[in-house]
């Protein structure tokens, strides 16, 4: 199954032109490439300076992965669900525009009768492959029950059109704030994100766009990851298999990734939550660019020198922030793994 997973990956890629891998936004991109040809220079330059060590040992033993070949039970409950939907079809109004993402648009659907919303998500499936891929992050996704991750409640595939329906965030996203937080209130977001993830790990999942585009917030300041199109499977029958490609948010991406080789799942997500947790506490990012000429970039990931003296950092005042931030910045994917581990949880949550 997993290897399923991985193939409908490797065809996502394809119809950019010279470079196999696919950029799918012009700013803060999204980048995937499962493929491992075709590198663009950025990871052969990464790759000739050859620092970062891979480790692909399986680690955890309490995972009880998702399916992505669905199950009778699954598909009837959905089944029945967007039934139910259709049957109260009029009673749903369209409230407004949520968002627009790469593949489709996000609407939000109001029920005049119960007052319950929806956001609406409709993607138009690439065609290349059956089922598409679209289809998977779906069945993968509606498995998933978590307060911070939002829910897929059913989805419906209308030819090539997917309809997903998700719980509504009605607090706009992490993307959206332009000032660095109090430092409360970042580690109370972190703590929350962290749980998110560690219940995704724990159902075999690795999100690997973790962004705050991706964080979404409701009124209450419950953060939700949502976005699960580059999500991929790293359990299959109980061994952990290693994930390959140039996936995810150039900045928000672990060192690995842009070696060409291998690497291990979890430890990408805990390095984007390291980028994100940076980008909460300075509203900026740790480095310009993700890249080898970039200089903050190259001190940290390459020559392993520190750059807490940098602007930036040095706005960070907690010293349990900085501490935190390091452990999820280690370059060793195995050392951010085993640092993740022994966050210890009050800390995050109190200061
Ligand atoms: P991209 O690849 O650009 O991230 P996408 O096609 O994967 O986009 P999403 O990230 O899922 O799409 O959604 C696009 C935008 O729609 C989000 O950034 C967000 O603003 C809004 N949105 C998506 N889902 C929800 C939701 N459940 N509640 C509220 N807003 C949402
Ligand atoms: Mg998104």
């Known amino acids: 199954m997993f290897f399923f997973r991985l193939f409908f990956c490797c065809c996502r890629q394809g119809n950019s032109g010279e470079e196999t891998w696919t950029t799918r936004k012009e700013t803060n991109k999204t980048i995937e490439n499962t493929s491992g040809k075709g590198r663009s220079n950025l990871q052969k330059e990464t790759e000739s300076r050859g620092s970062t060590k891979i480790v692909t040992t399986p680690t955890r033993t309490t995972v009880s992965p998702v399916t992505i070949f669905p199950t009778r039970e699954l598909l009837e409950r959905n089944r029945e669900k967007a039934q139910a939907h259709t049957n109260s079809e009029k009673e749903w109004e369209d409230v407004k525009f949520l968002g627009v993402g790469v593949f489709g648009y996000v609407r939000l659907l109001r029920n005049v009768k119960t007052e319950e919303f929806l956001a609406f998500k409709e993607v138009k499936c690439k065609p290349t492959t059956f089922p598409s891929e679209e289809l998977i992050e779906s069945i993968i996704h509606s498995q998933l029950d978590h307060e911070n991750v939002i829910r897929l409640f059913f989805w419906r595939k209308v030819g090539q059109t997917l309809f997903m329906y998700l719980e509504y965030a009605n607090g706009g996203s992490l993307g959206d704030l332009k ?29 690997r766009d973790i962004k705050p585009d991706n964080l ?103 010293l349990s922030s900085l501490s935190l931030l390091k452990r999820l910045l280690a370059v060793d994917p195995s050392e951010r793994d085993s640092n993740w581990l022994q966050l210890p949880r009050q800390e995050n949550t109190h200061q």
């Open 179 to 207: 000032e660095a937080l109090a430092e409360h209130d970042a580690l109370r977001y972190f703590e929350q994100l962290r749980e998110g993830v560690d219940f995704l790990h724990s159902r075999g999942v690795v999100h």
């Open 216 to 318: 979404l917030l409701t009124e209450d300041e419950v953060l939700k990851i949502a976005d699960l199109g580059l999500c991929s499977i790293f359990v299959w029958r109980g061994v952990e298999v290693p994930q390959r490609g140039f996936v995810g948010t150039q900045n928000y991406m672990a060192p690995e990734i842009f070696t060409g080789r291998s690497y291990r799942g979890p430890p990408v997500d805990m390095w984007a939550c390291g980028v994100v947790l940076f980008n909460m506490l300075t509203a900026g990012l740790p480095w310009r660019r993700a890249i080898s000429n970039d200089n903050n970039y190259v001190l940290w990931v390459h020559r392993k020198k520190k750059i807490f003296s940098r602007k930036l950092w040095n706005t960070i005042e907690g």
